[in-house]
């Protein structure tokens, strides 16, 4: 079974910078995808960004464009999600995705990780 592990939340100020990684597992096949959610206190649970491991395609939340940037390291199954010019909006909490189906932001995927907590705020 997929096992996906996130490190890298924290709270910063806003217009700073933090990088989630994620550590997945347990893969089946060797295309997959693996992207982030993240949930606002209220509110739904929303894609932020994904990328495909067979061709490094990836999408991203409009909200989100410009700012955030998602890759993954050589062996394709670390993927992390750069945040830049982080604004107090994007405090959630965000949450590590895979699936080995679908690529995209709705909520199709199969597996999920625990979250890690980011908050933006003076």
């Known amino acids: 079974e997929v096992q996906l592990v996130e490190s890298g939340g924290g709270s910063v100020q806003p217009g700073g910078s933090l990088r989630l990684s994620c550590a997945a597992s347990?893969?089946?096949?060797?295309?997959?995808?693996i992207g982030w959610f993240r949930q606002a206190p209220g509110k739904e649970r929303e894609g932020v960004s994904c990328?495909?491991?067979?061709?490094?395609?990836?999408r991203y939340a409009d909200s989100v464009k410009g700012r955030f940037f998602i890759y993954s390291d050589v062996t394709k199954t670390t993927v992390y999600l750069q945040m830049n010019d982080l604004r107090p909006e994007d405090t959630a909490v965000y949450y590590c995705?895979?699936?080995?189906?679908?690529?995209?932001?709705?909520?199709?995927?199969?597996?999920w990780g625990q979250g890690t907590q980011v908050t933006v705020s003076s």
């Open positions: 990328i495909s491991s067979r061709d490094g395609s990836n």
């Open positions: 995705v895979a699936d080995e189906r679908y690529w995209g932001l709705d909520m199709a995927y199969d597996y």
């Open positions: 347990g893969f089946t096949f060797d295309d997959y995808t």
